[in-house]
Nanobody
Framework: QVTLVESGGGLVQAGDSLRLSCAASGRTFSRNAMGWLRQAPGKEREFVAAINWSGSSTYYADSVKGRFTISRDNAKSTVYLQMNSLKPEDTAVYYC?????????????????WGQGTQVTVSS
């Protein structure tokens, strides 16, 4: 069992940066691929980024590639999403996800464990 708690969201201006954190509880954190997905008002939840259990492999949505960086610290049971050059279209609730079967599932929106979400609002 893994419990996920996101933090770090907020209101920023276009061009600013934010770093989201997702703290996990449970002894199996390091065995899970981790990822971030987001959902804007009136839209379906979409994939943002994923990282494998060791941190050696990452994958990004085209819309955030080059601006966002996902990383993890298994010693702290935490995954991060560094978001730079934020745009108004990045406004959404960001969810952390954990999936023991690998990044591939997260890329398609499937995960065994989900956080409660943190709001990111980017003003123009």
């Amino acid at each position: 069992q893994v419990t996920l708690v996101e933090s770090g969201g907020g209101l920023v201006q276009a061009g600013d940066s934010l770093r989201l954190s997702c703290a996990a509880s449970g002894r199996t954190f390091s065995r899970n691929a981790m990822g971030w997905l987001r959902q804007a008002p009136g839209k379906e939840r979409e994939f943002v980024a994923a990282i494998n259990w060791s941190g050696s492999s990452t994958y990004y949505a085209d819309s955030v590639k080059g601006r966002f960086t996902i990383s993890r610290d298994n010693a702290k049971s935490t995954v991060y999403l560094q978001m730079n050059s934020l745009k108004p279209e990045d406004t959404a609730v960001y969810y952390c996800a954990a999936e023991p079967s690998g990044m591939g599932f997260i890329r398609f929106g499937y995960a065994d464990y989900w956080g409660q979400g943190t709001q990111v609002t980017v003003s123009s």
